[in-house]
């Protein structure tokens, strides 16, 4: 994370979204770094079915659409409001000036893109090789590590149509899926919460 002040002292903007404005679409050519002041954003694609698959979820706090700005590509995904949201942006001739000017925050972007690398890798490698309550626990053991929870149960914040976009898997092999998870003992579901 950018402080802020120093995001702003640079030039950068903050732009409030109602949730479901879309901040970037997939195709667009990058022009700004993104970073979140205040909710949570997700990064989808939606096939020709109108299927939508998240490629992640950013939260206060976090940026999200660098690569495509430091290699001159489009964005390969939407980044869309998943709550009402404040975003700061910054147009990248200035987001660039910043990094040459303190190489402490180049070192910090580059661990923050090894650690997504190698996230975006085990997840690849579940949606290929594994079956849909694999996939889901998969999500499950990630979000709970994320969230620093892993020792304890906690309330899952996700629908059964979130979980499904994350894990590719149809919302009803998610919910069937869950269902047996319950009755397995691996998952509560306690007034329609998923706890895990």
């Known amino acids: 994370m950018i402080e802020e002040k120093l995001l702003i002292s ?10 479901g404005d879309f901040i970037f679409h997939e195709g667009e050519a990058p022009r700004f770094y993104y ?16 299927r939508e698959f998240t490629q992640g ?8 659409g660098e690569p495509p700005l430091f290699i001159n590509e489009v964005y390969p995904s939407s ?6 949201t404040e975003v700061i942006k910054l147009n990248k001739k200035s987001f660039i000036d910043l990094l040459e000017s303190n190489p402490h925050i180049q070192r910090n972007l580059l661990d923050v893109f090894a650690r997504r690398i190698y996230n975006k890798a085990i997840t690849s490698r579940e949606v290929i090789n594994n079956t849909p309550e694999q996939r889901i626990l998969g999500f499950l053991k990630s979000y709970k590590k994320k969230s620093c929870n892993e020792d304890k149960k906690i309330r ?3 629908t059964r149509q979130d979980i499904a976009n994350f894990t590719g898997l149809r919302v009803e092999t998610v919910i069937r899926t869950l269902s ?13 919460k998923l706890i895990y």
């Open 10 to 19: 640079h030039g950068g903007v903050i732009k409030t979204l109602d949730k």
């Open 35 to 50: 970073q979140i002041k205040k909710g949570t954003v997700k990064m989808i694609n939606v096939n020709c079915d109108g």
């Open 57 to 64: 979820v950013f939260e206060e706090g976090c940026s999200f």
């Open 79 to 84: 980044a869309v409001a998943a709550t009402d």
């Open 156 to 158: 899952i914040p996700y």
């Open 180 to 192: 047996k998870m319950k009755d397995d003992n691996k998952v509560e579901i306690i007034n329609r």
